[in-house]
């Protein structure tokens, strides 16, 4: 994940105006090379299997977006509604959904990136980089002129995710560490921050009361683990099973059922939902390929997208799991590569690939491979389209194509499932999402309406996220 794993080329805008690199271990860089290679640049036979497919399917008929009014601020939720963002010059701001009330939280010789809202909206914890090299976990409140406090801070084990805890005191995160990832928790109240856990990779969710903390990491064989810990470092407990092939595990809103992948006695690797009060499974499901998976906010429906194919990648058709019934069924029959819940449960809003004129995918792959047998990568020629899958009556429509800014694309989405839990793209009101597009070469925040009205740019920015 960037990545709860570094970057490879992420560079930052000094003071000084000169680009320098990201502070990144050789570990992350590795891993994340690994990640791109399996995500994002997928075997050519992988795409020509799906587009070939994909023709014999119907697909979702497009439905443009008509501008008819601009944009409006959607209803204050608990009192807050704005969108937490990264400046051009990797400074931290937040600012109204209308564009309004800009506040700089930040100006200062350093570089962030990655905020994510406390769950009470109270405060932001963000990565922040000094010029020296070193790499620190931030909190700040949301007003101008804020103090930055300090959880953590290292010039040989940067940081690079964190997902605050349900009760807003905790901050979880991840840094390198010489065993490859470190898992720690910082204590906001306390203003500590301890080594709790490594594996490599590492995923995990909070149970909704903030007392536990189910873990996934090594992915899957002999050095993996699934387990549910204590938060405080007083001892873990046995190993749940076996991991299958997946990344973050997901616990239902309630916290009855957990939903992760196990390996059965053959091998295969298994969609399952374990009954947390019985101990015992409650439903598999059989995925070829990674599975990738998110919880209803509002229901214990489980939506889930995998290949339906041997392939190193999790990307596939939308598929609904609905814990109470059992019944599983196909919403978005489609090569979805990311998507995240409305904060309602209504909607699901997923992301494609843009297709060229002649029907063959753009997914920034060229016709060439390099001397491993990868298909290129090309950058500047993927745009992404994003559409909406309405739960209620599985209608379909498409909101609108965009070109991404690098970091969403190469860092957010291809670990969609452990950001989905700690960074939120949906308005308060499920009203509107907050995408970074570049326009003309220049990044910006866009706030896109789900019911047709025009999309508006609010701000310059990297990327951003909306408050909860």
Same mark, same amino acid.
């Given at each position: 994940m ?21 502070p ?35 697909l ?35 600012i ?6 800009q ?48 959880l ?37 109240v ?7 856990a ?55 809103p ?5 939903a ?8 295969n ?16 499901? #059989?995925?070829?390929?990674?599975? $990738?998976?998110? @919880? =209803? %906010?509002?229901?214990?429906?489980? !939506?889930?997208? *995998? ?14 799991l609905d ?6 069924r196909?919403? #978005?029959?489609?090569?979805?590569? $990311?998507?995240? @819940? =409305? %904060?309602?449960?209504?909607?699901? !809003?997923?992301? *494609? ?12 792959i ?20 994003? @559409?909406l899958a ?37 308005s ?6 907050v ?23 609010i ?10």
């Amino acid at each position: 994940m960037n990545d709860p794993y570094g970057s490879l080329e992420e560079y930052e805008i000094g003071a000084e105006g000169k680009p320098r690199r990201w502070p990144v271990k050789a570990i992350a860089c590795l891993l994340l090379l690994v990640m791109l290679c399996g995500v994002i640049s997928t075997p050519l036979a992988i795409l020509l299997y799906w587009n070939n497919s994909r023709q014999e399917r119907p697909l979702p008929t497009a439905a443009p977006v008509e501008a008819v009014e601009p944009v409006e601020p959607a209803e204050t939720v608990a009192g807050v509604n704005r969108i937490a963002y990264i400046t051009p010059e990797q400074q931290l701001a937040t600012i109204a959904p209308d564009g309004t009330d800009q506040r700089l939280l930040t100006d200062v010789e350093q570089s962030f990136q990655f905020p994510a809202w406390s769950p009470d909206n109270g405060r932001l914890a963000v990565i922040g980089s000094e010029q020296d090299g070193g790499v620190g976990v931030y909190v700040i409140p949301d007003q101008s002129g804020g103090e930055l406090q300090t959880l953590y801070y290292s010039d040989s084990q940067p940081p690079f995710y964190l997902y605050w805890s349900p009760d807003s005191n905790l901050v979880s995160f991840l840094a390198n560490h010489p065993s490859g990832i470190g898992f720690h928790i910082g204590d906001v109240v306390a203003d500590t921050s301890r080594l709790l856990a490594t594996g490599n990779p590492f995923y995990w969710d909070w149970t909704p009361a903030g007392d536990r903390i189910l873990i996934h990491s090594g992915f899957s064989g002999e050095d993996s683990r699934l387990a549910l810990i204590d938060p405080n470092g007083e001892g873990d407990e046995d190993n749940i099973t076996e991991p299958g092939f997946f990344q973050a595990p997901g616990i239902s809103p309630n916290g009855r059922l957990w939903a992760y992948a196990q390996v059965d006695d053959e091998d295969n690797s298994q969609l399952t939902i374990l009954d947390a009060e019985s101990g015992q499974p409650q439903q598999t499901e #059989a995925h070829s390929g990674l599975v $990738a998976m998110s @919880w =209803s %906010p509002a229901a214990e429906v489980l !939506a889930f997208i *995998t290949p339906g194919i041997e392939a190193p990648v999790f990307y596939g058709p939308l598929h609904l799991l609905d814990a109470a019934t059992g019944e599983s069924r196909v919403i #978005a029959d489609d090569l979805v590569i $990311a998507f995240f @819940w =409305s %904060p309602d449960g209504r909607y699901i !809003a997923y992301f *494609t690939v843009a297709e060229t004129d002649d029907s063959t995918i753009q997914a920034g792959i060229s016709g060439k491979t390099n001397q491993a047998g990868k298909p290129n990568l090309q950058e500047e020629d993927l745009f992404l389209e994003v @559409w909406l899958a309405d739960t209620l009556d599985g209608s379909v429509r498409r909101l609108r194509a965009f070109e991404p800014t690098n970091i969403f694309v190469f860092q957010f989405l291809p670990f969609f499932d452990q950001y989905s839990l700690s960074h939120r793209i949906w308005s308060p009101d499920s009203s509107s999402l907050v995408l970074p597009v570049m326009e003309n070469g220049v990044p910006r925040i866009s706030v896109i309406p789900i019911d047709g009205r025009q999309a508006g740019v609010i701000v310059d920015g990297l990327i951003g996220f909306w408050s909860r």
